[in-house]
């Protein structure tokens, strides 16, 4: 019996090692091939990476050399010079990581062909730029389109590779689960057998601790496995959590995606990479329950890196359970989608602004059709869309316009652009609508690009625009005719009348000499009332012919001293300005452009003001000056400390007859300074005053600085 169990010992034990041993020789078979299939997986990825970085150096290429033409900044043709390397070196380790595979190899042929021509293509462009100037490329609208064509090739080869790739990830990526669920498989077949042999063997507690011990290192190696595959993948963040929801592993990716090393994040829980307002809301731990539920649970949404930024997510959390069923925790895989959520929201804005525009948008062939249409044709138009596109757009076109419309889209198809052409569209009621296009074509597809805006209000205002200026033309040359016929009868009139107050004054002076001994006191007094009221009449006369005339002398400008016409002014005054104490400062007065003549006159006229109303001052002050306004005029002034006049009837200064003054007090007609003014305006300037009851007062004129280029 001895021997037996002995020798049922050594069967047992030989049957044991011989379990072990194959189940160690399969297990080698099975664990070499998913490892080998992780490492093409590996590699797929790799090759995807590259893509993508060489993608962003084909348009870091672009983007340079649109900087160094539109600046001529060396800096952008640097950096172009130096992206190109990298697109050379890029495509040495595409075609290296590629080696394997002879139908990516003839793709990346092809690829590199059509890179070198758009590199070629490029650096022309920059030589022309260097040798010529902007002015050589910015104009060259066929490179620009063929550089379009050829990027466009560029992408759709490189997206043939990517797509490749993608396929032979996807293999890979089954044919490393189907190795997994083999190798689970014989694992457990082994294990069984194991097992089995061991409950038949002697020491079954013995070879039950050992089979153990063997179980627990593959799984440590298959863990160590799983561990590596992870962290290799750099795209998407995956790593574990606890039932709790705190993180237990970490890998690469979710490094480089959340921000956080594995020693700063594993132990914390996982709704740190959730924004304040969710984890608020309950959602982290909403989901850990509906993936415990369901077992998997997957959403988009915001989510926050170490540095505070928000980044949008695609999340799948997936629960992990043991053979009876317990919860061990949950596996979370994310991946950054911004950048896609981006475009998504651009493509949403560009179609959002397509149907909220109220310009036409439309995209046409060159068969003479609409393609495409906004809502803003409907709402304008009244047509369908349906209408639209079933007849050639001609149809709808003004007859009167049609011509030059089917002409504009001949020069569209030629490569030119279109900028504000203007035609007439049918409305379904029959009226016609005014557009302004602005269009562009794209010859390789046979389209053009077309944006319309309603200028019927504006053709219509326009029109009133013109009908109103040729009405107000027509009445300034009225106005023009009647001030002439007014002037000329003033003149004729003043004219006119200076005869009779000759004889008046000339009759006077007889009677006066022949009847002065007949003549009472009362009777000569008659008399020369008669005659101071003729000569105030010839004055006011006077006065009236010059200011008749000065709306019909033609203006002479010249180069003119200010002061030397100040100073005959004065000297002009010397009758008046004898016998009396008079202080005069006068500042420096510059040359100016005007009617010599006529300024003297505004001179004259304003100085002998002053020198009248200072006449109850001893002794009179009367300064004379310039100065810059500051908004391209020259400011003049004539200052007195005389009688001065109320602010109140100030706009009455500058009008015709008006006078703030009774005859009795201070001589005058009235007339000088309208005719001031007068002058004035013809040259361009204007004529104000300043001044207060017994404080004095300041008259003010100003002349342009470039009065050179005022008509008169």
């Known amino acids: 019996m001895k021997a037996s169990v002995e020798s049922k010992i050594t069967l047992g034990f030989a049957a044991s090692v011989l379990a072990l041993v194959v189940m160690g020789g399969l297990s080698y078979r099975t664990t070499r091939t998913p490892v080998a299939t992780e490492g093409w997986v590996s590699h797929s990825h790799d090759v995807i990476t590259t893509l993508e970085s060489g993608q962003a150096l084909l348009t870091d290429v672009e983007t340079d050399q649109r900087g160094y033409l539109l600046t001529g900044d060396k800096r952008f043709l640097e950096d172009c010079l130096h992206a190109q390397a990298q697109v ?34 490029l650096n022309q462009r920059i030589q022309l730029r260097q040798q010529r100037g902007i002015q050589s490329v910015s104009g060259d609208v066929a490179a620009l389109r063929q550089g379009e064509a050829l990027m466009a090739d560029v992408w759709q080869g490189l997206a043939r590779i990517r797509d490749a790739e993608d396929r032979l990830l996807n293999a890979r990526q089954r044919a ?37 011990r063997q179980a627990e290192q593959a799984l440590r190696q298959n863990e160590e496995r799983f561990r590596l595959m992870v962290g290799n993948i750099k795209d998407y963040a995956i790593f574990m959590l606890d039932p709790a929801g705190r993180v237990i592993s970490w890998n690469d990716g979710a490094q480089r995606i959340k921000g956080y090393t594995a020693a700063e ?102 068969d003479g059709y609409f393609k495409t249409l906004n809502p803003a044709w409907e709402r304008t138009l009244g047509f369908s869309d349906e209408e639209l596109l079933a007849r050639p757009f001609l149809e709808f076109i003004h007859p009167d316009d049609a011509a030059a419309s089917q002409a504009e889209v ?62 107000l033309q027509r009445h300034a040359r009225q106005l023009e005719e009647t001030n002439r016929e007014l002037e000329a009868f003033s003149y004729s009139v003043s004219h006119d009348l200076r005869a009779p107050l000759r ?39 006077d006065d009236l012919l010059i200011f008749s005339r000065m709306g019909r002398t033609e203006l002479r400008r010249t180069r003119v001293s200010s002061g030397a016409l100040v100073h005959e002014a004065i000297e002009a005054l010397q009758s008046e300005t004898n016998g009396r104490r008079i202080r005069w400062k006068i500042g420096e007065l510059p040359e100016v452009l005007a009617d010599p003549s006529m ?24 300064e004379i000056g310039c100065q810059d306004s500051g908004n391209g005029e020259r400011v003049f002034f004539v200052r007195d400390n005389g009688v001065g006049f109320d602010m109140d009837y100030a706009h009455k200064l500058f009008g015709v007859f ?19 003014s007068r002058i004035l305006h013809r040259h361009g300037g204007r004529a104000w005053a300043e001044g207060k009851i017994d404080c004095g007062a300041t008259f003010f004129f100003s002349l342009p600085e470039a009065s050179a280029d005022i008509g008169g």
């Not at 189907?178 to 077949?189: D, E, F, M, P, T």
């Not at 005014?434 to 319309?452: D, K």
């Open 410 to 471: 001949g020069r569209l198809a030629s490569g030119h652009e279109t900028v504000n052409f203007e035609n007439r569209f049918r409305c379904r009621d029959g009226a016609w609508r005014w557009f302004a296009w602005n269009a562009r074509a794209v010859a390789a597809a046979q389209l053009i690009y077309a944006i319309g805006r309603d200028t019927t209000e504006r053709k219509r205002n326009q029109e009133k625009i013109v009908q109103l200026n040729a009405e």
């Open 599 to 622: 300024l003297r006159q505004v001179w004259v006229n304003l100085i002998a003001n002053a020198v009248k109303y200072t006449r109850p001052r001893d002794p009179a002050e009367i």
């Open 88 to 121: 050379r070196g890029w495509l040495g380790q595409v075609r290296q990581l590629t080696a394997d595979n002879p139908a990516q190899q003839q793709r990346l042929d092809r690829l590199q062909a059509l890179i070198s021509r758009r590199l070629a293509a």
């Open 503 to 541: 004889h008046i004054d000339g009759f006077v002076k007889l009677l006066e000499k022949q009847a002065a001994q007949k003549l009472d006191n009362q009777g000569r007094r008659y008399l020369g009332i008669i005659a101071d009221s003729a000569q105030r009449m010839g004055a006011l006369i």
């Open 176 to 212: 490393a689960q189907a190795s997994a669920r083999l190798n689970l498989l014989i694992i457990l077949a082994g294990s069984g057998l194991a097992c089995a042999v061991g409950l038949g063997a002697v020491l079954a507690i013995r070879r039950d601790l050992k089979l153990r």
């Open 658 to 676: 008006q006078r703030l003054h009774r005859s009795d007090e201070f001589e005058g007609t009235g007339i000088g300074l309208a005719n001031v």
């Open 265 to 366: 994040i594993v132990g914390e829980h996982f709704s740190r990479f959730y924004p304040d307002e969710v984890v608020r809301a309950g959602f982290p731990q909403k989901a850990l329950a509906e993936a415990e539920a369901a077992g998997r649970v997957e959403d988009d949404g915001w989510r926050v890196r170490k540095d505070g930024s928000r980044f949008w997510a695609n999340v799948v959390i997936t629960a992990v359970r043991d053979q009876d069923g317990r919860l061990l925790g949950f596996v979370k895989v994310t991946r950054d989608l911004t950048e896609r959520r981006r475009m998504e929201q651009m493509r949403e804005e560009r179609d959002r602004f397509f149907d909220l525009s109220r310009d036409l948008i439309c995209v046409a062939g060159f």
